[in-house]
């Protein structure tokens, strides 16, 4: 079986609890967890992982989420918050900066209803 790695990021109950969860899945192997993205990159990053996963409340995700994509670009991050019952999903992907480029990314987005 194919497993997708996964990095959880987080400092709370909620986190270890998430990382608990995951790691009962056989589909999904934990590569490390930390505490915040920045002391993952500096202590504990040893095999890049398919997938960040950021638990926790919404004001942590941000800095996480830029500190991540910053560094990672091609890692998408999920994020999850004990107090909402939605995941987002972000990825960061670069383009060379035309028109042609900006209007085919604005266009593949999907429509809000």
């Not at 969860?21 to 890049?48: F, M």
């Amino acid at each position: 079986m194919n497993m997708h790695r996964v990095f959880v990021i987080g400092d709370s109950l909620f986190a270890e609890t998430l990382t608990q969860l995951l790691e009962q899945r056989e589909e999904l192997c934990i590569v490390g967890v930390s505490r915040s993205a920045e002391s993952a990159i500096t202590e504990n990053l040893q095999d890049l992982p398919d997938v960040f996963v950021i638990a926790g409340s919404n004001e942590s995700h941000k800095q996480n989420l830029t500190t991540l994509l910053a560094k990672f670009p091609d890692i998408p991050v999920v994020c999850s918050d004990l107090n909402s019952n939605f995941l987002q999903i972000f990825s960061n992907q670069r383009y060379q900066a035309r028109t042609a480029e900006l209007v085919s990314a604005i266009t593949s987005l999907q429509k809000r209803s």
